[in-house]
């Protein structure tokens, strides 16, 4: 009889921590839609139907995971945000975005930069170019192919140069 009882109370205490689970990852599901909905706000994104928005709904969730994830490593030396990309998935990014070499192109080498009597000793050890307002925030390149990507690069480091170094 004792260990009748004792079943029972392990089996309604299986229970309990399996609702209190379930219940915790409502309220955390409940929050996530909030967040994706006020996020969807902000970037204007607006999805053909359900099903698509259910989709984007999954991938947005799992980028911010990944976003928060990485930021909670301290050793790590930048951070990561959740931007307006935040819905599309490694593979949309890969179709839709980024730098498309035309067949058979060759990418130029770098030689490196050479300055006369500059010591290592006489630089910072870092700079945060972020504070110092050189650097831009991301840009939406569209279906940026070649042509397009090379133009914006050079707007980019022309704008940052003008900026570092002075007109």
């Not at 930048?78 to 990309?85: D, R």
Request: aromatic letters at 12%; hydrophobic letters at 40%.
């Amino acid at each position: 009889m004792v260990s009748s009882k004792a079943f029972l109370l392990a089996i309604l205490g299986c229970a309990c921590l399996c609702s209190s689970v379930l219940a915790a990852r409502e309220l955390s599901d409940a929050a996530m839609v909030e967040r994706h909905e006020r996020w969807m706000a902000e970037y204007g994104r607006v999805y053909k139907d359900a099903a698509e928005k259910a989709r984007r709904f999954e991938v947005f969730k799992d980028n911010v995971a990944f976003v928060e994830s990485f930021n909670a490593n301290k050793n790590n030396k930048f951070w990561l945000g959740v931007n307006q990309f935040a819905d599309l998935s490694t593979e949309d990014l890969k179709a839709n975005k980024g730098f498309k070499p035309i067949s058979g192109e060759k990418v130029p080498k770098t030689t490196g930069f050479k300055y006369e009597n500059l010591t290592v000793s006489a630089l910072p050890t870092t700079v945060d170019w972020r504070t110092k307002g050189a650097v831009t925030p991301i840009k939406n390149q569209g279906q940026c192919g070649n042509v397009h990507f090379w133009s914006y690069l050079k707007d980019l480091i022309v704008s940052e140069m003008i900026y570092i170094y002075g007109d």
